[in-house]
């Protein structure tokens, strides 16, 4: 099962807003609204932050947002702050016979 | 509040065998399927396994099918992931997750901290 296709880094200035993508195919991300993002600083464990492809967990920022066109999911990062700055990865499920697949992950940088 | 504790972890030799626990607390664990994810150091996030709620599915990353073995016990809160044959390559932090629901499709919402697994000879 081939991971989710992400970018490898995004940077922005305090205060802007990024986004990051993630293609799947009709199987995972296309097919379903199963689509989910997670946030990891260095040495810590992944914490979720969208869920359904836009919905957020009680707790997190409304900074955060994330949407879906075809076989594409985007988690944006409104008002960047030095805080957002960590690795995110987009996770979706899968009709395939391992039901679930990530993202390989993208390094956000704040300027 | 949800807990996942990890452990079990430690350094094998290569075609060694290790069992990972993973101690829930927090929430009605038998209701709930829980996943296996591991990350090698400097690498991405990889899941590994998913067990049902009531383990009558399990599903596996084709690069463990065959050598590791998810597993689960209601009556004590616990996940387990028995790993055999281990390669170089399964060198990992390994953490537990829990679903949002009893089923595959649910998201991970809560992640424990991770346990290290190490294959060297």
């Known amino acids: 099962q081939s991971a989710l296709t992400q970018p490898a880094s995004v940077s922005g200035s305090p205060g802007q807003s990024i986004t990051i993508s993630c293609t799947g195919t009709?199987?995972?991300?296309?097919?379903?609204?199963?689509v989910s993002w997670h946030q990891q600083h260095p040495g810590k464990a992944p914490k979720l932050m969208i869920y359904?492809?836009?919905n957020r967990p009680s707790g997190v920022s409304n900074r955060f947002s994330g949407s879906k066109s075809g076989n594409t999911a985007s988690l944006t990062i409104s008002g960047l702050q030095a805080e957002d700055e960590a690795d995110y990865y987009c996770?979706?499920?899968?009709?395939?016979?391992?039901?679930?697949?990530f993202g390989g992950g993208t390094k956000v940088t704040v300027l | 509040q949800v807990q996942l504790v990890e452990s079990g972890g430690g350094v094998v030799q290569p075609g060694g065998s290790l069992r990972l626990s993973c101690a829930a607390s927090?929430?009605?664990?038998?209701?709930?399927?829980m996943h296996w994810v591991r990350q090698a150091p400097g690498k991405g996030l990889e899941w590994v396994a998913f067990?049902?709620?009531?383990?009558?599915?399990?599903y596996y990353a084709d690069s463990v099918k065959g050598r590791f073995t998810i597993s689960r016990d209601n009556s004590k809160n616990t996940l387990y992931l028995q790993m055999n044959s281990l390669r170089a390559e399964d060198t990992a932090v390994y953490y537990c997750?829990?679903?949002?629901?009893?089923?595959?499709?649910?998201?991970?919402?809560?992640w424990g901290q991770g346990t290290l697994v190490t294959v060297s000879s």
């Open positions: 067990m049902r709620y009531d383990g009558s599915y399990k």
């Open positions: 997750a829990k679903s949002s629901t009893g089923y595959s499709s649910g998201c991970l919402d809560y």
């Open positions: 927090g929430f009605t664990f038998s209701s709930y399927g």
């Open positions: 996770s979706s499920y899968t009709s395939s016979s391992t039901r679930v697949v």
């Open positions: 009709s199987s995972d991300v296309g097919g379903y609204n199963y």
């Open positions: 359904e492809v836009s």
